[in-house]
């Protein structure tokens, strides 16, 4: 069974930066499409940036330029890069995992605050 654990979030001031992790168990990394999404106090989940397992990715327009998402199949790793980090950024962000093989799975969760 995959399992997904983020890591790397916490308290940043604005303009910092945070590097997000998530490690995913299991052998199907490699070919699977993995994401990241951010959840604010009082709004739906919203997708921030995904990458396929061929190293395609795309953005949501909020973090275009900002945030930088990658993976190391190796570490079946997917790591997300968030620079120059505002207030409106603050949210529980999530991995995500998609594969034909296991549909749609999600990590716990790490909270990302940008206050100063």
């Known amino acids: 069974q995959v399992q997904l654990v983020e890591s790397g979030g916490g308290l940043v001031q604005p303009g910092g930066s945070l590097r997000l992790s998530c490690a995913a168990s299991g052998s199907i990394f490699s070919i699977s499409t993995m994401g990241w999404y951010r959840q604010a106090p009082g709004k739906q989940r919203e997708l921030v940036a995904t990458?396929?397992?061929?190293?395609?990715?795309n953005y949501a327009d909020s973090g275009k330029g900002r945030f930088t998402i990658s993976r190391d199949n190796a570490k079946n790793t997917v790591y997300l890069q968030m620079d120059s980090l505002k207030p409106e950024d603050t949210a529980v962000y999530y991995c995500n995992l998609w594969s034909g093989v296991t549909g749609t799975l999600w990590g716990q969760g790490t909270q990302v605050t940008v206050s100063s």
């Open positions: 990458i396929t397992g061929g190293g395609r990715t």
